[in-house]
């Protein structure tokens, strides 16, 4: 039963493709079950925009986002190749939403992994994601040659490692990693370095920091992932490595995701559309409910969002509540109901 004991906070709704109006529909009845802290503006993007109105990214979703400040957002389905740029590529740009939050916990004890802690903010608008690139043709080969520039530069470098540092602070943890490839890409990261390091400077005695080439640190995180805290990267590595995170806490269907801005915040779960299960009523609600988490504790409800982790955690205790991605046999609904009836305890 929604209790309202509170002014709803406007906030955009984007249902998305795949299984995004099945854990969207997932998540708002479990915030519902907490007193429907958000008063939703449902919009349509990606496949579901394109059949409303034959534009992923429909003008009436900006203007939404624009008037809010604040969405939650089902994933997006980018057909690969073809006309379409990556449409979630493209809200980061529009919005200016630079800082990537990726946190993940373990939440399910038993698993490969037991007390994994570890935050990955990602820097969300330059290297290579500006997907500067072209084919050079070459005899009657269009695509002989495949060329791509990425972009670095220190005042947005400077400010992804100021958000990383600035969070370890508020956030009470205790290292900083910065990670990158500068043994090779020695402009492109070596830069995204030289901004960290600076930066770092300014926390010293506060927040120690240290620094990883990327694929050692892959390795590492398998090996021995306790030893990281807050890590802080370009774009593709953090892409990279946050699925790898999920990996480490049960899946993609564990992560949730932040895209933070000066005037604007988007979550998501790091996850796609998951084309493969969409419909079928089993996707697990999990990493867009964190997301919402993130939201809550963005929008200074941090107590709300604590009631829903716990009653997440301990819905994740019944063994038989779980999706088939965590080892269940549960459906959407079912885990869905065994949230709803936790938080309603906690
Ligand atoms: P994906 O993340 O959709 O799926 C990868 C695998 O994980 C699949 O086997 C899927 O079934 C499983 N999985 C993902 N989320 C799950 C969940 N909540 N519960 C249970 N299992 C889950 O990645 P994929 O297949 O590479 O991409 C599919 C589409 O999603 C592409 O069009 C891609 O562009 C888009 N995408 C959108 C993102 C966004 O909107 N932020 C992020 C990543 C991909
Ligand atoms: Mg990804």
């Not at 034959?54 to 986002?65: C, F, Q, T, V």
């Not at 009657?140 to 791509?148: G, I, N």
């Not at 506060?206 to 590492?220: E, S």
């Not at 709300?304 to 088939?324: C, D, F, H, M, N």
Request: aromatic share 6%; hydrophobic share 45%; glycine share 12%.
């Amino acid at each position: 039963m929604a209790e309202t004991r509170f002014a709803r906070i406007p906030a955009t709704l984007i249902p998305g493709d795949g299984i995004g109006p099945e854990i969207t529909g997932a998540v708002t009845a479990i915030l519902d079950a907490v007193g429907s802290p958000f008063e939703w503006d449902v919009q349509q993007g990606g496949m579901a925009g394109i059949a409303k109105g034959g534009d992923p990214l429909p003008a009436s979703l900006i203007e939404s986002i624009r008037r809010t400040k604040l969405a939650l957002k089902g994933p997006l389905t980018t057909p690969v190749g073809g006309g379409f740029r990556s449409v979630n590529v493209r809200l980061r740009e529009e919005f200016g939403l630079y800082a990537n939050l990726r946190p993940v916990r373990t939440m399910i004890p038993g698993g490969r992994y037991e007390n994994i802690d570890i935050v990955l903010v990602r820097e969300n608008l330059e290297g290579l994601y500006v997907a500067f690139e072209h084919y050079i043709p070459v005899g009657d080969d269009p695509h002989a040659v495949s060329f791509s520039a990425g972009v670095n530069t220190r005042a947005e470098g400077k400010r992804i490692a100021r958000f990383a540092f600035d969070y370890a602070v508020r956030h009470g943890r205790k290292k900083v990693t910065l990670v990158h490839k500068a043994n090779v890409l020695k402009a492109l990261t070596g830069l995204f370095l030289e901004a960290g390091r600076e930066v770092a400077k300014e926390y010293e005695g506060r927040v120690q920091v240290d620094d990883r080439i990327v694929d050692a640190c892959a390795m590492q995180l398998v090996m021995n992932p306790w030893q990281f805290d807050v890590i802080v990267t370009t774009n593709l590595f953090g892409d990279i490595l946050s699925d790898e995170l999920a990996g480490l806490v049960g899946g993609l269907g564990m992560a949730p995701g932040a895209n933070i801005g000066e005037n604007a915040a988007i979550f998501e779960a790091v996850h796609g559309s998951a084309p493969d299960i969409a419909g079928k009523g089993i996707a697990n609600p999990l990493a867009l409910l964190l997301a919402a988490c993130l939201m809550l504790d963005h929008v200074a409800k941090p107590d709300l969002a604590s009631r829903i982790r716990k009653g997440v955690e301990s819905a994740l205790r019944e063994t038989q509540a779980r999706t088939p991605d965590l080892g269940g046999k549960a459906s959407t609904k079912q885990f869905v109901d065994a949230i709803v009836r936790h938080v309603g305890h906690a």
